[in-house]
């Protein structure tokens, strides 16, 4: 953890792509450039097949880009993807768990794959699930959960290794309102404690409601980027909303591509 | 009947439904695509060339002959019922738990207005219905002829076929039901499954039973001493044995003697368990509970942070392997029945110097190869959250290291035993022995590791369709190096060479480079 640490150039934002393209059968994410600053909460707002997910998979290093670059805290994400990984959590829509194991036994092997000393690992488990409202069932298999206490459970083995960036990629669908307050809750104490989160969402009103600065992308291209006032003036009237902005954006450019 | 409620009829066509789609649709390899496999003219076709390959010939072979019950007849027929018997019970056992306590439907059907005891009544009686028709499937390609040709009284098989399988089902029931009760539902499912196994190699274990008791120095062994007793026509069999063979002959008291027996019981622990369950659901009701299965609880401990990556990955292992009832049970059931085989092969081969030991060699590489290959394609194909793993900072290579570690250290301990036997007698056997098995085991886990192909955990007996390739090279190998450590053990080490050197070029073969896997991942 500690030599990671070090390796983090000052100064140098949580994440920065520079022309990051993806193709699959089209170019899923097109020369795509994106800088996150340190301490917010940036949402990628784009319809279905935008490119949001291929995009965050290529910097949880799940993916390759075909080219482009990635740094992470200022660390070359595609040449030391060890020293990124430490510093990132990945939240994917499906929650990533064992069936067969129970949340504490879960937070066990997190913690161990991100080398976090039984010290601080034993205190920060018990202090997330009683948060997360799972200590009762800390020792109940995964298998019996719902889907939002499954969530949940993924939720508290990304934030075991306290990761200074998080990503997550569509986190409140499919989760009731109580679960994705909560959520929401979480995600802006993480902001107000100086780290960074990113996330996806098809939503507007997720993203409207909790990003400090939204992106919004269509066809793997940034079609526009700001905080909510920024995008709103750039449509012109102040009175629209992200929805008439959005639908503008999206549906105004490129029928060329 | 009351009208708004669902026939028995209809729920039993829907009972049938599930349980036939369990057997006869296959998942393919891409997603949500099935296909029943077996269309009935298939199974026609082939009934039809059994009756006129196999059935026609052996019905006239006995054609003219009369069929008399003698105590010989008496054991052939008593043992053929109760391996019948043995066999379905190892199904309805685990039928019985999934019916009951697993399959989700439960709810539902408890919710519908019909009532909860012929809910239950229909269910157990689908349960008893499968394994009927499989016996009347499979007998009627020689009963059908036999009946032609003179031997009518044949088709009580059918009748017997039912009584057996109505037994079956309701000591299934009652077994899942005591164990339920006794050790509770969690613990229920992993000891159905492994008593399963058990009772399904049963029948190999006692037939063997008297061989592996009798002294080394006797030379006759009990079947042949058995035998010689038939033909001098002095064998003696208790009065109470014929009954069940005479019904299979179809004398008429003791066929109807048998059917209202086993009807009877079946209908009393069909009637016991209907009136356990329809307490259960109402109280559930009455408590707004549901009545879905209870959630398995840990015991409570203090938690192991801190531990080193690749300690931590064995253990996750260990913990999913053994948290897997299927699996503990397909395991055991391999040794089960290996166990006793290499034990009779040993037996009979004594007198050739060194014969038994090559084969017991031979047998333990298998062994070892094929439980190490399972468990590789359970730990390395089937991991549940390969996300996780690839996010992680820890370099995927470390993973595989230690799941092929996890993968080892099973088939290490079980084939330990065995080779340590083998050494008391044949110390030099023994060595070559633990070196096959390891060269198997090892080999199985690479191909495992090299042809990895993402995989879901329940695929684990459909393994087959969903890895082919790893399934079928892994056999290959282990084949390849039982054979060779075999001949090696016989003393032919030039023979040896020979399927050694298969297996080494078939391995290389299949060798792929970390990128290239990783490249398959990525995009898988
Ligand atoms: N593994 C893949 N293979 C082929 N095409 C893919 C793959 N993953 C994503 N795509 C394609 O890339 C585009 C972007 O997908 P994605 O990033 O999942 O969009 P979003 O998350 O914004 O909904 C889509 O057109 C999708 O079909
Ligand atoms: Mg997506």
């Not at chain 1, 719902?146 to 969530?151: L, T």
């Not at chain 1, 102040?238 to 954006?249: M, R, Y």
């Not at chain 2, 061989?211 to 009065?239: K, Q």
């Not at chain 2, 042809?451 to 955990?457: N, S």
Request: with cysteine.
């Amino acid at each position: 953890m500690d030599q990671t640490a070090t390796r983090i150039v000052p100064g140098a934002p949580p994440l920065e792509l520079r022309g990051v393209t993806k193709v699959f059968d089209r170019p899923a994410v097109d020369a795509l450039n994106l800088t996150i600053k340190a301490g917010e909460l940036y949402a990628l707002l784009g319809p279905n097949g935008a490119g949001k997910t291929t995009t965050l998979r290529m910097v949880t290093g799940l993916l390759k880009p075909d080219a482009g670059s990635i740094h992470v805290f200022g660390i070359d994400a595609l040449a030391n993807p060890r020293d990124t990984k430490q510093l990132v959590a990945w939240l994917p829509d499906e929650p990533l768990l064992y069936d067969k194991l129970t949340p504490l036994e879960y937070l066990e092997f997190v913690a161990s794959l991100w080398s976090v000393p039984a010290g601080i690992a034993g205190p920060r488990a018990e202090e997330l699930l009683r948060w997360l409202g799972l200590w009762e069932n800390r020792n109940d298999r995964c298998e019996t959960f719902s889907r939002g206490m499954k969530q949940k459970a993924s939720l508290a083995g990304a934030l075991i290794h306290d990761p200074k960036l998080m990503i997550l990629d569509e986190p409140l669908t499919g989760l009731d309102a109580s679960v994705a307050r909560q959520v929401k809750d979480l995600l802006q104490d993480r902001v107000k404690a100086g780290n960074t989160v990113i996330l996806t969402t098809h939503i507007l009103e997720v993203a409207e409601r909790m990003a400090d600065r939204i992106g919004i992308i269509q066809h793997g291209r940034l079609l526009a980027e700001g905080t909510l006032a920024d995008l709103r003036a750039r449509a012109g009237a102040g009175q629209s909303t992200l929805e008439d902005v959005f639908l503008q954006l999206v549906a105004e450019p490129d029928e060329v591509a | 009947m009351s009208q708004p409620s669902a026939s028995i009829g209809l729920l039993l066509a829907h009972e049938l439904r599930l349980t036939w789609r369990q057997w006869f649709t296959r998942k393919q390899t891409g997603p949500a695509k099935r296909r029943r496999v077996p269309p009935l003219i298939i199974v026609a076709l082939v009934l039809l060339a059994v009756i006129v390959m196999a059935g026609i010939p052996v019905a006239r072979g006995l054609q003219d002959q009369a069929l008399e019950v003698n105590a010989i007849a008496v054991l052939i027929g008593d043992a053929v019922i109760l391996f019948v018997f043995t066999l379905m019970l190892s199904q309805t056992l685990v039928t019985a738990v999934q019916v009951f306590y697993d399959r989700g439907d439960f709810d539902l059907l408890l919710s519908s207005p019909t009532s909860p005891t012929r809910i239950l009544a229909v269910r157990t009686a689908s349960m008893a219905i499968n394994p009927t028709l499989l016996v009347w499937a499979l007998a009627t390609p020689f009963v059908l002829p036999m009946a032609v040709y003179g031997h009518p009284e044949f088709l009580a098989v059918y009748p017997v076929g039912l009584a057996v399988a109505l037994l079956a089902s309701a000591a299934g029931i009652a077994i899942a039901l005591f164990l339920f009760r006794t050790i509770g539902p969690r613990r229920t499912r992993t000891v159905a499954q492994v008593l399963a196994a058990l009772i399904g190699a049963l029948f190999v274990i006692v037939a063997n039973l008297p061989n592996m008791i009798a002294s080394p120095d006797e030379s006759d062994n009990f079947w042949i001493w058995l035998s010689a007793e038939a033909a001098a026509g002095t064998l003696e069999v208790p009065g109470f044995l014929y009954g069940p063979t005479q019904a299979l002959f179809g004398e008429p008291v003791p066929l109807l003697i048998f059917l209202v027996l086993s009807l009877a019981i079946f209908t009393v622990v069909a009637l016991v368990v209907g009136r356990r369950f329809a307490e259960n659901a109402a109280a559930a009701q009455g408590a707004g509970a549901s009545s879905k299965r209870p959630p398995r609880r840990a015991a409570d401990r203090a938690p192991r942070f801190g531990a080193t990556a690749s300690r931590a990955i064995l253990t996750k292992e260990f913990r999913l392997l053994l948290r897997d009832p299927g699996l503990i049970s397909q395991v055991l059931l391999r040794v089960f029945y290996l166990i006793p085989v290499t034990l009779v092969i040993m037996q009979t081969s004594d007198d050739v110097s060194g014969f038994g030991a090559a084969i017991a060699a031979g047998a333990i590489t298998l062994l070892a190869g094929q439980l190490a290959g399972s468990l590789a394609w359970i730990t390395i194909s089937a991991e549940d959250s390969p996300q996780l793993l690839a996010v992680s900072p820890i370099p995927i290579r470390q993973f595989w290291r230690a799941k092929l570690m996890a993968t080892l250290v099973p088939p290490a301990i079980m084939v330990a035993p065995a080779v340590i036997g083998l050494a008391l007698f044949a110390p030099l056997a023994a060595v070559i022995a633990a070196v096959g098995a390891v060269a198997a085991a090892g080999s199985a886990g690479l191909v495992n590791l090299w042809l990895q192909k993402p995989a879901r955990r329940q695929e684990f007996r459909r393994q087959w369709s969903s890895s082919f390739a790893p399934s079928i090279m892994e056999l290959v190998l282990s084949l390849l190096i039982a054979v060779a450590t075999g001949l090696a053990a016989f003393g032919l080490w030039l023979w040896a060479a020979a399927p050694a050197g298969l297996a080494l070029a078939a391995l290389i073969l299949c060798r792929r480079s970390e990128a290239a896997m990783q490249e398959r991942l990525s995009i898988a």
